[in-house]
């Protein structure tokens, strides 16, 4: 049964849920923020900006240069933190609910032809994340904002491009998928 049915000016790209389910965010392509929806209180809608916290300060507030592809809020702290996977070879790191830009990911490469993927590690310590020109798993280190580990093929990894990541909440297990067409469980990442 459709509990509430929301209507967007561009498709939605991206979607999570936060807050135990009672808070739905999403990115709508083409807009320069993320919505969150309050689905306790008629989904109420708060926009955020994806410019950080100089938005409103008239720089480009209207305007970003990329699409968010994939949300994973972080797995402690309540989801204080949001990860965003974009088409840019950048991921972002956002305080929930806010326009700070708590990190920006850099060293893999993606554009508006890839299918850029995220997942926390259980700690939350690091991000998991695919690249576009590689198959591999980049591992961020979320304190220094640097690549420590790629997931390749000569560590036992794939062999095509990495489709999708997906990281266990109570272990250091991720499991990834690939087009070659094989399933990866990686016990302890790092």
Not at 43 to 56: D, H, P, R, V, Y
Request: charged share 20%; proline share 2%.
């Amino acid at each position: 049964e459709v509990i509430q049915s929301m209507h967007f000016d561009g498709p939605v790209e991206s979607i999570c849920f936060l807050d135990d389910g009672d808070t739905l965010c999403c990115y709508v392509r083409g807009t320069s923020y993320l919505s969150y929806f309050d689905l306790k209180d008629g989904c109420k809608q708060t926009k955020m900006s994806l410019n950080g916290e100089s938005a409103g300060t008239g720089c480009f507030d209207e305007h970003v240069s990329f699409a968010v592809l994939s949300l994973n809020p972080s797995p402690n702290n309540g989801g204080k933190y949001l990860a965003a996977a974009t088409d840019t070879s950048r991921n972002i790191i956002l305080e929930t609910r806010s326009e700070r830009i708590v990190r920006n990911l850099y060293g893999h490469k993606n554009d508006g032809f890839s299918n850029p993927k995220i997942a926390w590690s259980s700690s939350g310590q690091y991000l998991y994340g695919n690249a576009q020109d590689e198959s591999c798993v980049c591992v961020w280190d979320i304190a220094s904002s640097s690549i420590v580990k790629r997931l390749d093929v000569g560590m036992g990894g794939h062999s095509g491009f990495v489709r999708d990541i997906y990281s266990s909440r109570n272990t250091d297990t991720v499991a990834t998928v690939s087009f070659d067409k094989s399933a990866k469980v990686w016990l302890r990442g790092l």
